[in-house]
């Protein structure tokens, strides 16, 4: 049994041999989804300045590499243990590598996301690549994107980043794609399900990146942990501890934009990440971790850790990020600032169905005074509220994008 997909030409085929006013309308689509998803960009001409699609460097090659030194532990699935993971790996939030999480995925096994198999399957299906300038997102059909894929020569290509979900909010068909993957073992836990599948925020998404795509430089939302599997294809990663303060680990600083720089994941490993090695020395770069994902690897990203990815090939992968009891403290943190209705709500289910938890979330809360501290923000909310309501026939503007989580009845 093998947990690797390997790509080979008869995986391209049936992508290219469309009708040339088929390829032609791909192309147009495209570049409508381009210029949409890409506002910082004035014309389409300036998505292939840089030339990295001719660029012989080696972070571009698609040659199977060797990191001289990769920091991070590859364990296997299937002899780690569980209390294993969560003692080495999850409490100490420390990333790993581990394999044979995927062996038995229809995704994998069935080779259900092969360009051919995509096609075949969902060429008529929408996928979300990208999001314009008010924030809507871009959709592009399968079809269009497996062609662009094949022959995109952009410096910093569109990337499908679909969290196979919205559909079914929209009481949509629901997306099939989340029926080719099981959750591995070690990440059943999933604490955030307790608030409902239409409350919680995003939590997962099929990724589909031609070389070159990648993300930038981020941690993920609300404190949460994630895993991520490669079906096939090969990303470049690196981490950074959690203590890397924002602006270093961007370096907004160290973009070049006469240089035609931008923050794509392609520059980042390309120009900003070797400028911030050197810049910040020796005992710095020692802490930053980098390494290759190969086909049937799944990442852990322990809460809070600094990511960037990379896809050196054509890149298909799943990644979820959640919350559990190993990474609960850190969650819950993130989520009573953050998404404020949310927590409260998440912590009234955790009292009838996690207990235990629930009262971990008042230790902390009452370590940090936090219900004082909530008390004298509403009343402080309230009060301008009445002042600006005095004032105006309009109701008060809420800050966050999240008025649901910025009530503030007591
Ligand atoms: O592009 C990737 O594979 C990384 C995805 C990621 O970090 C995320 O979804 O937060
Ligand atoms: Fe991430």
Not at 75 to 103: G, K, M, Q
Not at 166 to 174: F, H, L, N, R
Not at 211 to 235: C, E, F, M, Q
Request: with cysteine.
């Amino acid at each position: 049994m093998t947990d690797r997909v390997l790509l080979d030409e008869g995986d391209w085929k049936s992508i290219t041999s469309s009708s040339p006013s088929s390829a032609l309308r791909s192309v147009r689509v495209m570049e409508a989804a381009k210029t949409r998803a890409r506002g910082d960009l004035d014309d389409l001409s300036e998505f292939s300045m840089q030339k990295h699609a001719q660029s012989t460097h080696p972070i571009l090659s698609t040659v199977q590499p060797c990191l001289s030194e990769e920091k991070v532990a590859r364990e296997d699935i299937n002899t780690l243990t569980f209390d294993d993971f969560i003692e080495r790996y999850e409490r100490r939030s420390i990333p790993c590598i581990l394999n044979n999480a995927a062996v038995d995925w229809p995704a994998v096994r069935d080779k259900r996301w092969t360009p051919k198999a995509l096609y075949e399957k969902h060429r008529h299906r929408k996928f979300r690549c990208g999001e314009d300038d008010n924030g809507k997102v871009v959709n592009v059909k399968m079809k269009h994107f497996l062609r662009y894929m094949k022959s995109q020569q952009d410096d910093a290509p569109l990337y499908i980043f679909d969290s196979m979900f919205d559909d079914e909010i929209g009481g949509k068909t629901p997306c099939p794609i989340k029926e080719d993957y099981t959750i591995p073992s070690f990440f059943a836990e999933d604490l955030l399900s307790l608030v409902g599948e239409h409350r919680r925020p995003p939590y997962r998404w099929f990724l589909l990146g031609p070389r070159r795509s990648g993300t930038t430089i981020h941690v993920d939302p609300l404190s949460t942990s994630a895993w991520n599997t490669l079906v096939y294809g090969l990303k470049r990663w690196v981490l950074m501890p959690p203590d890397v303060a924002k602006e270093v680990a961007k370096s907004d600083d160290l973009v070049d934009k006469e240089q035609l720089e931008d923050n794509e994941s392609v520059d980042y490993f390309l120009k900003i990440l070797p400028r911030l090695k050197k810049k910040q020395g020796e005992v710095f770069s020692s802490r930053i971790i980098e390494f290759f994902q190969f086909p049937g690897e799944t990442v852990f990203v322990p809460s809070n850790w600094w990511h960037a990815v990379l896809n050196v090939q054509d890149s298909c992968a799943v990644t979820h990020n959640y919350a559990s009891s190993g990474n609960f403290d850190r969650v819950w943190l993130a989520t009573r600032t953050e998404r404020r209705g949310m927590a409260r709500k998440w912590l009234r289910v955790l009292r009838k169905e996690r207990p235990e938890l629930a009262r971990q979330a008042d230790i902390l809360n009452e370590r940090d005074h936090w219900c004082e501290y909530e008390e004298r923000r509403k009343h402080s909310i309230n009060k301008e509220r009445r002042k600006s309501t005095r004032n105006t026939s309009e109701p008060a503007s809420s800050e966050s994008s999240d008025s649901e989580d910025e009530e503030v009845a007591v």
